[in-house]
């Protein structure tokens, strides 16, 4: 349990700047969520506040210490990496009890025995604990280099991308379980994804990276109801928000280039005519692809709606988002 | 283009049954899903469609003809793999040109059609590049181009976007679509992604160890799912399941769970045993006055809704709320199902029992 500081830090790779100026903190319990596309910076934070490479700039603290200088297993950090790595010679019990038995750790054999049966349960691999780890499908693989880092306790996980290897039901669970160990626990976790589900669902806290710099942290909520600019309006939702010409529709601010619409901003029956072009039955829901001259609009409306295309819908947009000829968001 | 129908396919590896006796049709036309987890036969079902393997028995029609044991080269249908392999030694136009040339077609008549093909994908400016330097999008368009340029009956597709992450998978998806709608191409496309398969597909077969659970409409699938293996594969979060014992009469309208009343769509047939309760999430409201009681355990916020999980006596139960509502962990509450909407399963088969809702919907492989 720590907080995790980082002070304006930067890292080139060559001539790639992969962090620029990242400053951010990552409260003590907190569940937070790094979001980007690949290449944003996502694995090199982690990286780098697991001691894997050096920041060229700036200062990384962990608990209020400076880590500068400190080796990765001084640090005090489990990782879980996107490609599981285990000891292929070792069944799945004792790659999990593995950091357990590290002489510095000294862990009584009662108690490992309790908390591998523990992890094991909830990561839903018991009945495999004795097969051998290369015996294992991926997702199971997966797993138990997840079980590797939960079985010990260490100030701080950083976990790069854990689940995307699993098929969708079980990430589901996982999704769940994960974020109920870490409230139970009151661990600090970093956990870098694309998947924008993940984000909304597990983070206390998301950070969202452009291109090496942090463009906004906050509440899952904040960033999906106050975005900072197209590109963070665009992290999250789904279908994605639409991103139209402000002119497109009247009534926008002077200095408004763009207007953003989620579904839920978009009305209904109402305002200008649009083309069904295309209706797509979810189940729940339905999306519907609009086309507003010449301009494509996705929004939803309910599962079984008569709207085919070809027909005519009329909307207007209801409390927008505007954003300026940057990007930036018109408060 | 091509009507593809498949009758009581079945295919053994060795001991292995990897598809039990399967029978659907590819209407002209159609993009049509294969669905399923890993291990389900799906892509061995495509396979065959293909000529890449053949079925141990089984007949597979291409446009009226018997084509089961014939090889691949005799088929006329394109395959599109998940890893798609270019010729790094050509450029994108020679690339797309391939399987022309090696029919021997005349140059400007293959000319043309690598143009026409270009246009459509939107990479007419890049046909004099390498392959080497694309991104993976425009590798992906020309290994679709390479398909398309033939001209073939089918397309078939085996998880195409598999490997792409997820807002590059999105566009190409919608972009897969919309050139479909473009070519009126029948299409197969394989995918254990139920959301991607309800997205883009007219139809889908959703199949599990080798049998086909259900094929028809995605509504209808996610409405009025067949088995209990696809109400739970279809729809994220999958439908609720609640257990309880009963015996039911033809005609029965209503069930009694853990003391509580519930009316159900009237049923078409008896069951007793050990039965299954099933509600999708958008159909449970969080209702004060009900009388089935809940505990919320869990909420997750995904913008416009959110998922709230409740442990109730028969079971946890998700529903789907609107996300200003305020919900917290500990808070007690009932549950209303809509009515109209429930489907029984029996529980040691998993098939869902013939009601007055699902009649009609459903068909079995």
């Known amino acids: 349990m720590a907080e995790?500081?980082?002070?304006?830090?930067?890292?080139?790779?060559?001539?790639?700047?992969?962090?620029?100026?990242?400053?951010?903190?990552?409260?003590?319990?907190?569940?937070?969520?790094?979001?980007?596309?690949?290449?944003?910076?996502?694995?090199?934070?982690?990286?780098?506040?697991?001691?894997?490479?050096?920041?060229?700039?700036?200062?990384?603290?962990?608990?209020?210490?400076?880590?500068?200088?400190?080796?990765?297993?001084?640090?005090?950090?489990?990782?879980?990496?996107?490609?599981?790595?285990?000891?292929?010679?070792?069944s799945v019990r004792q790659n999990l009890e593995f950091p357990l038995k590290s002489p510095i750790l000294r862990t009584p054999p009662a108690e490992i025995a309790r908390k591998v049966g523990e992890v094991a349960e909830i990561l839903q691999i018991t009945h495999k604990l004795d097969n051998k780890a290369t015996a294992l499908s991926g997702g199971e693989m997966q797993r138990v280099s997840i079980g590797?880092?939960?079985?010990?306790?260490?100030?701080?996980?950083?976990?790069?991308?854990?689940?995307?290897?699993?098929?969708a039901k079980l990430r589901a669970d996982l999704r769940v379980e994960l974020k109920s160990i870490q409230a139970n626990s009151g661990a600090t976790l970093l956990y870098?994804?694309?998947?924008?589900?993940?984000?909304?669902?597990?983070?206390?806290?998301?950070?969202?990276?452009?291109?090496?710099?942090?463009?906004?942290?906050?509440?899952?909520?904040?960033?999906?109801?106050?975005?900072?600019?197209?590109?963070?309006?665009?992290?999250?939702?789904?279908?994605?928000?639409?991103?139209?010409?402000?002119?497109?529709?009247?009534?926008?601010?002077?200095?408004?280039?763009?207007?953003?619409?989620?579904?839920?901003?978009?009305?209904?029956?109402?305002?200008?005519?649009?083309?069904?072009e295309r209706v797509e039955r979810l189940g729940d829901q339905t999306r519907l692809h609009l086309n507003l001259r010449d301009h494509p609009i996705v929004t939803v409306t309910n599962a079984h709606t008569d709207l085919r295309p070809g027909d005519i819908v009329k909307i207007r947009p209801q409390n927008p988002f505007y954003f300026d000829a940057t990007g930036a968001r018109i408060p | 283009m091509a009507q593809i129908r498949i009758r009581n396919v079945r295919k053994d590896f060795g001991a292995f049954n990897a598809v039990k006796s399967s029978t659907f049709t590819i209407e002209d036309g159609e993009f049509f899903m294969l669905l399923g987890p890993s291990g389900c036969g799906k892509t061995t079902t495509l396979r065959m469609m293909a000529g890449l393997e053949l079925p141990t028995s089984g007949e597979i029609f291409i446009d009226g003809e018997e084509v089961g044991q014939k090889p691949a080269s005799q088929r006329d249908i394109a395959f599109v793999f998940q890893m798609f392999a270019l010729y790094?030694?050509?450029?994108?136009?020679?690339?797309?040109?391939?399987?022309?040339?090696?029919?021997?077609?005349?140059?400007?008549?293959?000319?043309?059609?690598?143009?026409?093909?270009?246009r459509i994908l939107g990479i007419s400016d890049i046909l004099d590049r390498p392959v080497g330097g694309l991104s993976g999008g425009d590798r992906q368009r020309v290994a679709l181009g390479r398909a398309i340029v033939r001209d073939p009956k089918a397309f078939l597709m085996d998880e195409p976007l598999?490997?792409?992450?997820?807002?590059?998978?999105?566009?190409?998806?919608?972009?897969?679509?919309?050139?479909?709608?473009?070519?009126?191409?029948?299409?197969?496309?394989v995918t254990h992604d139920q959301l991607e398969a309800m997205q883009m597909g007219d139809k889908i077969v959703v199949m599990n160890h080798g049998v086909v659970e259900q094929f028809g409409v995605p509504q209808d699938i996610y409405d009025w799912p067949a088995t209990r293996f696809v109400a739970q594969f279809i729809g994220s979060p999958p439908m609720n399941f609640l257990g309880f014992h009963g015996m039911l009469g033809k005609?029965?309208?209503?069930?009694?769970?853990?003391?509580?009343?519930?009316?159900?769509?009237?049923?078409?047939?008896?069951?007793?045993?050990?039965?299954?309760?099933?509600?999708?999430?958008?159909?449970?409201?969080?209702?004060?006055?009900?009388?089935?009681?809940?505990?919320?355990?869990?909420?997750?916020?995904?913008?416009?809704?959110?998922?709230?999980?409740?442990?109730?006596?028969?079971?946890?139960?998700?529903?789907?709320?609107?996300?200003?509502?305020?919900?917290?962990?500990?808070?007690?509450?009932?549950?209303?199902?809509?009515?109209?909407?429930?489907?029984?399963?029996?529980?040691?088969?998993?098939?869902?029992?013939?009601?007055?809702?699902?009649?009609?919907?459903?068909?079995?492989g």
């Open chain 1, 4 to 90: 995790v500081k980082l002070e304006q830090v930067g890292k080139s790779f060559g001539a790639t700047r992969a962090l620029d100026s990242v400053t951010m903190t990552v409260p003590d319990g907190s569940f937070v969520v790094l979001l980007g596309p690949t290449g944003a910076g996502k694995t090199t934070t982690l990286r780098l506040i697991a001691g894997l490479d050096l920041p060229d700039a700036g200062r990384i603290s962990i608990a209020a210490q400076d880590v500068a200088g400190l080796s990765p297993a001084q640090r005090d950090v489990a990782m879980v990496f996107q490609q599981y790595s285990l000891y292929p010679h070792l």
């Open chain 1, 148 to 167: 590797r880092a939960l079985v010990r306790n260490p100030a701080v996980y950083l976990m790069d991308e854990p689940l995307s290897s699993l098929d």
């Open chain 1, 192 to 276: 870098v994804t694309h998947d924008q589900i993940e984000a909304m669902t597990m983070a206390t806290h998301v950070g969202v990276l452009d291109q090496g710099r942090l463009v906004q942290f906050g509440t899952p909520r904040d960033l999906y109801e106050n975005p900072v600019s197209v590109y963070a309006a665009s992290r999250l939702g789904q279908p994605r928000i639409n991103i139209l010409p402000a002119a497109l529709f009247g009534g926008a601010p002077d200095r408004a280039a763009q207007i953003g619409l989620r579904p839920e901003q978009i009305r209904q029956g109402e305002g200008e005519n649009s083309l069904v």
């Open chain 2, 88 to 118: 790094p030694h050509m450029n994108v136009g020679r690339n797309i040109a391939y399987p022309l040339h090696s029919q021997g077609m005349p140059r400007a008549e293959v000319r043309r059609r690598v143009d026409e093909v270009a």
């Open chain 2, 162 to 189: 598999g490997a792409l992450d997820a807002e590059f998978r999105e566009h190409m998806s919608l972009e897969l679509r919309a050139l479909h709608d473009r070519m009126g191409a029948t299409t197969v496309y």
């Open chain 2, 251 to 364: 005609g029965t309208t209503s069930v009694t769970l853990d003391g509580a009343q519930f009316e159900v769509p009237a049923l078409q047939e008896g069951a007793h045993g050990d039965l299954i309760f099933g509600v999708r999430p958008e159909h449970v409201h969080l209702d004060d006055a009900a009388p089935y009681r809940g505990r919320v355990i869990a909420t997750e916020y995904l913008g416009t809704t959110q998922i709230v999980t409740l442990d109730t006596p028969l079971g946890p139960v998700k529903t789907r709320v609107a996300s200003h509502r305020a919900i917290r962990a500990g808070d007690t509450t009932g549950l209303r199902f809509d009515a109209r909407t429930i489907t029984l399963f029996s529980a040691e088969t998993g098939r869902a029992l013939q009601s007055h809702g699902n009649a009609g919907g459903l068909r079995h």
